[in-house]
């Protein structure tokens, strides 16, 4: 790994995953391919921008051209694939982007990897690898008591955004199987953590508490996720990257499964607890049953056996600390809320989705 192209960058995960692998790894080049969407945002990147192992470049996944361009250029050896469109609820409301972004963009990532690394006798370059990120809602809803998913259970997606996925799971795969293509793809579950933009569910009620707004919880709340903290996110990939079986999948998971409520709940007491002046105490208060969002999913479980004992792998966060760690992070950045909502049409999210809910 000496060459990473790093695909949707400059989001959430994208960016904590430049600055794990900028931090752990000493001899390589970082190169981050995004273009800028309402979910991208250099902010996100500030502390690395002066890095000169880091370069960015304001590009479109589906360009395949550029992309092509670019892997011979730099002599790219390792594509790590974050760029899609990721949340559900925008999915619902226009599905369309969904299929360009993560199914014709993941699709031109990989023709333009097989046009550099694998032409024309179907024998990749050495040492490339074209990792893939995606998602446990592939696997589609579990009902109460049913185990947890495995890396071979049957996709199942039931929205818009996980069926993307699930189609882009199944192109990489493909990828491998025909062409040789030298994949690893990761499932995890629903991350949080620093820097994460506030339409996911943690980070808007974080936000929304401070500000004394309503809490959205859809339908009665009971609704369960599997919630991972972003840096175990990173480090899994990382491991996967380092020591994972060419043409594996792997699930990562936080091995944490409250309801929605209860996590809803818990911010609000860290926040009671921390702003002890706040007018908006006690910030349970502030919850609101709203209508539930169309198709939603009940409950999510991963199981992590694989990468636990193929690769030792096991999140080092609980999410008591971890959501402790992302509410001070919240509030000691007012200047990175302020400047994601302002350069990101921020409110026009919030009247399209909660008005008329
Ligand atoms: P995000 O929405 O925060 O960021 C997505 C990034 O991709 C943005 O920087 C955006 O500008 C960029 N992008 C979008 N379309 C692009 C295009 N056509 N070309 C280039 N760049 C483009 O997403 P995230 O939460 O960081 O998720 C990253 C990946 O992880 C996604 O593939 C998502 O499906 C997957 N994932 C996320 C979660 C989660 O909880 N956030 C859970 C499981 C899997
Ligand atoms: P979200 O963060 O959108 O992630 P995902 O849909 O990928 O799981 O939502 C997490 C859970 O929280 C999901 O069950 C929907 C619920 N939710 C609310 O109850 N209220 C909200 O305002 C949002 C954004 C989500």
Not at 92 to 110: A, C, D, Y
């Amino acid at each position: 790994m000496k060459n990473v192209l790093v695909t949707g960058g400059a989001g959430f995960i994208g960016s904590n995953f430049i600055r794990y692998l900028l931090h752990t790894e000493t001899d390589i080049h970082v190169f981050n391919l995004d273009a800028l969407t309402y979910a991208g945002s250099l902010e996100n990147l500030k502390e690395v921008a002066d890095d000169v192992r880091y370069s960015f470049i304001q590009a479109n996944i589906t360009d395949t051209e550029f992309v092509e361009q670019f892997l011979a250029k730099h002599k790219i050896d390792t594509i790590v694939h974050f760029a899609a469109e990721s949340h559900v609820d925008r999915s619902i409301l226009g599905p369309r982007q969904f299929i360009e972004t993560n199914v014709m963009g993941t699709f031109s990532m990989l023709e333009a990897a097989r046009n550099i690394w694998i032409q024309p006798q179907n024998q990749p370059l050495e040492n490339v690898r074209f990792h893939h990120v995606s998602t446990d809602e592939v696997f589609g809803s579990l009902a109460p008591g049913e185990p947890a998913w495995t890396e071979d259970t049957p996709y199942s997606p039931n929205s818009p955004y996980a069926a993307s996925k699930a189609s882009s799971d199944h192109l990489v795969r493909s990828y491998g199987h025909t062409y040789g293509l030298p994949y690893t793809i990761t499932n995890c579950s629903n991350n949080y953590g620093p820097y994460q933009f506030p339409e996911k569910l943690i980070p808007l009620i974080i936000l929304n508490a401070i500000e004394g707004k309503p809490l959205p919880v859809y339908g009665d709340g009971q609704q369960i996720r599997d919630w991972l903290h972003v840096e175990d996110h990173c480090e899994a990939i990382h491991l996967v990257l380092t020591k994972g079986a060419v043409g594996s999948t792997y699930n990562i998971g936080g091995e944490n499964q409250p309801a929605n409520l209860t996590i809803v709940e818990t911010i609000c007491e860290i926040l009671d607890e921390l702003s002890p002046a706040s007018p908006h105490k006690p910030h349970k208060n502030l919850i609101q049953f709203v209508k539930d969002r169309p198709g939603h999913d009940r409950r999510y479980d991963m199981d992590t056996h694989k990468i636990s004992v193929e690769l030792g792998w096991r999140p080092r966060h609980t999410l008591t600390e971890g959501l402790l760690d992302t509410i001070n992070w919240y509030l000691a950045h007012p200047e990175w809320v302020t400047a994601i909502r302002q350069q990101q049409a921020y409110q026009g999210w919030l009247d399209a989705n909660y008005t008329s809910r």
